[in-house]
C-alpha cells in the first residue's frame, strides 16, 4: 500500500511528533508499504490529491492531530486513515471530559464501574484574564476534594507540557499561568499518589484489547516533559512489576486485570478505533484514570512500542495491520 505518514505540524509537540513520524516510517517500510512523510503544513491537501495514497497513518501529537483537525481534514478529502474519527478525538482532547463521558457509557451499558478518576475543576483562560477568577483561588482548596496538594495542567494537550503538582495556596497562581501559556483552558484537581502507568489499546470496540501495563518510574521527581525527553531520567518495566502491585503474585495478577479492565471501560465510552493509550495510577485501591492518548508516542523510548515488545508483539506487524484494516 502507498501510505502518507504525517507528522511535525506546529504544536509544543512537534519534535516528538518528529521522532514518532520517523520511527512509523521505517517501521512501514520494513513491513512492505510505499511510505511517503508528510510535515503538515499549506501544501497537505494538494500533496495528498496529487500522491492519492491509499491510507494515511497520523504521527502527529498535541493540537491539529489530537484535537479532531486532521481527522476532519482527510475525512473531507476523503482518504481513509488510521485511529479514531474526528467527532472521537474532540472529545478526548479534553481532559475534563472524562466524568461525562463515563456516566454516559455507564448509564447506556448498565456496567459495574471499573475506572475511577481525580476530581477537579476546568477554568477558562478568559475567566482569569477578563472575569476576575483569579481573585478566588483561595476557593480551589474548599472546590478539590482532599484540598493540596492539586494537579495542575492545561485542559488539552500532552507531553506533560504545563503539568505542576502545588502544595500550597502560594504557589497556585504561577502553576495556572503556566498550564494557560499551552492552552485557554486549566484543569485543577486531586493529586494521585501511587503507582503510574500507560495501557496501550489496539483494535476496536468489543474486539479491542489492552497490551501489558508500562510502570513509569521517573528518577528526578515528577514525570513531566524533562523525564520524557531525556530517557536516562526514568525507568520503564514492561509488564507493570508484580511487587508494584501488591505483596502476592495472585494479588498483583489480579490488580493488572483490574488495571487493564479499567483502560478498556475508557477507551470504548469514548469509543475510540484502532489504538490508544490510557495514563493511569494505581492508587493502592483503585484505578485512578489521568488522560486519553489517540495518538500515542512511537520513538524508541516511548510507551506503546515498549508495551508491543512486552506483548511479544513487532512495531512493523502492528503497523501493517493497522493500515491494512484500513481498506
Known sequence: MKVAVLMGGTSFEREFSLSSGKRVCAALE??????IALDTNKDLVPTLRSERPDVCYNALHGKHGEDGSIQ????????PFVGSPASV????????????EMATYRAITGEAP????????????????????????DLVEQRVIGGYPVAVKPAHGGSALGVHRVDCQDD????????????????????????????SILGT??????????EIVSNGGLYLTEQRIDPTNVDYFAPVRNASLAQSESDAQ????????????????????????IDCI??????????????????????????????????????????????
Open 72 to 79: 476532519s481534514l482527510l475525512e473531507f478529502v476523503g482518504i
Open 282 to 327: 494505581w492508587d493502592g485501591g483503585a484505578v485512578r484514570v489521568l488522560e486519553v492518548n489517540v495518538s500515542p508516542g512511537m520513538t524508541d523510548t516511548s510507551l506503546f512500542p515498549a508495551a508491543c515488545e512486552a506483548a511479544g508483539l513487532s512495531m512493523p506487524g502492528v503497523l501493517n495491520e493497522l493500515v491494512e484494516n484500513c481498506r
Open 205 to 214: 470496540g468489543w474486539d479491542a484489547y489492552a497490551l501489558p501495563p508500562v
Open 114 to 137: 471499573v475506572a475511577s478518576w481525580p476530581q477537579g475543576i476546568c477554568i477558562a483562560r478568559d475567566a482569569f484574564k477578563s472575569m476576575g477568577a483569579a481573585t478566588a483561588l
Open 254 to 277: 489480579a490488580i493488572r486485570a483490574e488495571i487493564e479492565r479499567a483502560a478498556l471501560e475508557v477507551y470504548r465510552a469514548y469509543r475510540i478505533c484502532d489504538l490508544a493509550r
Open 30 to 35: 520494513e513491513a512492505g508499504h510505499r511510505v
Open 172 to 199: 497556585l497562581g504561577k502553576a495556572i499561568l503556566d498550564a494557560l501559556s499551552f492552552d485557554d483552558a486549566v484543569v485543577i484537581e486531586q493529586w494521585v499518589e501511587g503507582v503510574e502507568m500507560a495501557v
Open 89 to 100: 478525538c474532540q472529545r478526548t482532547w479534553n481532559k475534563d471530559s472524562l466524568h461525562s
